[in-house]
């Protein structure tokens, strides 16, 4: 079977000799020296002043809103993984859908300020597949409005827009470690800013919200483990092959796929990728289903992604429509992507959606 990702695993040893620091020192998590040093190594890698290394890729939204004190609407994207627009609904915010633009699926920009009213208090939008959204424009709009911008940055670690880290922009980035993204610790994930204060009250949010016996706010557990971050430190040696080898595998889809009738996202200027889908948009559902079918015959299982489009979700009362983001997800469909695929993989499923044409 070929499925849409194959998790990368360093050698074993090289996770092993890692874990053994734990072991020898039976400390395996509260903020170990395998977290502090893996911790230390993004900050390095990203060049951004304070990140945690946390739990998940959906505690981290959660604690960014926390943190922020978000408590009203939050102008935020259809087209994105449900646990962005799950992280408002659990935090009691209230998600207001602005639809997304057709060339690199963030969010449309142009379409935030009509949304915004008394109770607007946060933009919270994603880097679609790592391409960045429009920070420009949306940073001037919250400066107008005073809004506070979260980024679910998922997607985006080692993209950079102009010359910067994607990670890097809006008043907090989150991003997910999971074993399916491009950079992962098994399940992981975390948070960064540029702000001393909200760094030091995440860091206290993170761990219950007490330090010792002293008790300051209700916080929750945000924790990772030493096992989670010898992952991390074991994977991060790999990291610039990883993404090499992907650049190289799209590179092919893109030669192969060609002559074909699909639609690719097209960033904004100023985004270097990291090359961590490769997304196809069909002219119709039809085709993307026939495809789809096609593959599955020959055990290779893309993914649609993402797919409902969550103004839709059935918890979602007040969904305004958002057209582009609805016909989008039902149009998409990521093919497999990941370091090890090989030339022949790539080759076998371009042949296979090429004769459904
Ligand atoms: C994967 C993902 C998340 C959730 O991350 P987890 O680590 O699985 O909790 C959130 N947002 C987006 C856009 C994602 O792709």
């Given at each position: 079977?070929?499925?849409?990702?194959?998790?990368?695993?360093?050698?074993?040893?090289?996770y092993t000799q890692l874990l053994k620091r734990a072991w020898d020192k039976a400390w395996i998590t509260n903020n170990g020296e395998l977290l502090q040093e893996?911790?230390?190594?993004?900050?390095?890698?990203l060049g951004v002043k304070h990140l945690l290394f946390c739990g998940n890729g959906t505690i981290v939204l959660q604690m960014a809103l926390?943190?922020?004190?978000?408590?009203?609407?939050?102008?935020?994207?259809?087209?994105?993984?449900?646990?962005?627009?799950?992280?408002?609904?659990?935090e009691n915010c209230t998600p207001v859908f602005v639809d997304i633009n057709k060339n690199d699926f963030c969010i449309d920009a142009s379409k935030i300020e009509a949304a915004i009213t008394e109770k607007t208090e946060a933009i919270l939008a994603t880097h679609v597949y790592g391409n960045p959204c429009d920070i420009d424009a949306i940073n001037e709009?919250?400066?107008?409005?005073?809004?506070?911008?979260?980024?679910?940055?998922?997607?985006?670690?080692?993209?950079?827009?102009?010359?910067?880290?994607?990670?890097?922009?809006?008043d907090i980035s989150t991003c997910s470690f999971h074993a399916t993204k491009l950079f992962h610790t098994v399940e992981g994930g975390c948070i960064i800013t540029a702000d001393d204060q909200l760094a030091k009250e995440l860091q206290l949010i993170r761990s219950f919200g007490h330090v010792g016996d002293d008790y300051f706010v209700a916080g929750i557990n945000g924790k990772n483990s030493e096992f989670h971050a010898a992952m991390g430190l074991a994977n991060l040696p790999y990291l610039s092959t990883i993404i090499a080898n992907r650049k190289k595998a799209s590179e092919y889809y893109d030669a192969l796929l060609a002559p074909l009738p699909l639609q690719r996202p097209k960033a904004l200027p100023g985004t270097d990728y990291n090359f961590a889908y490769y997304p196809v948009i069909f002219n119709d559902d039809a085709s993307l289903l026939k495809v789809m079918a096609a593959l599955k015959k020959h055990a290779i299982v893309p993914r649609r992604y993402f797919y409902p489009s969550l103004n839709k979700l059935p918890y979602i009362s007040n969904g305004a429509s958002c057209t582009v983001s609805e016909s989008t997800a039902e149009r998409v469909l990521c093919l497999p992507l990941f370091d090890s695929i090989t030339r022949e993989e790539t080759e076998d499923i371009c042949k296979i959606i090429t004769a459904c044409f």
């Open positions: 079977m070929i499925a849409v990702t194959k998790t990368f695993l360093p050698p074993f040893e090289e893996l911790e230390a190594k993004l900050k390095d890698y926390k943190v922020l004190n978000i408590k009203g609407e939050v102008i935020t994207t259809p087209f994105s993984y449900v646990a962005t627009t799950n992280a408002l609904l659990w709009i919250a400066a107008k409005y005073k809004l506070k911008v979260i980024y679910d940055g998922a997607h985006a670690f080692g993209a950079s827009y102009k010359s910067k880290q994607v990670l890097s922009y809006g």
